[in-house]
């Protein structure tokens, strides 16, 4: 069964088809070489708080979370191959689909859950 990403300020599911990159290949991997990303799934990166985009092929969304799991900072259509600054305060990123914040309605300060 796969993981989840529920926005507990909303009581909503954002994400049903979760990731969860804990293995030194997934986290180097993450979403290098995904030509399409269903708008249902992302990627979670646990104690990060920097990513990059390099050889990737499509935009996306960025969410920074800190310990708590509370959102610090949204970076809506990162573009392929940047290299954004880290955020010191976040402890974790999950990466979606570009457009996913706005469709979702995120904003700072909602408290996410990854469960299953």
Known sequence: MGH????QSENSTLLDDLTIATSFRSRAQGLIGTRSLNENAGIW???????????????IDVIYLDKSMRVKKLQPNLQPWRFPAPVFKAHSVVEASAGFIRQKNLKIGDQLHVGH
């Open 45 to 59: 990166f646990p104690k990060t708080n920097w990513i990059h985009t390099f050889f990737m092929s499509i935009p």
């Open 4 to 7: 989840v990403l529920i926005n």
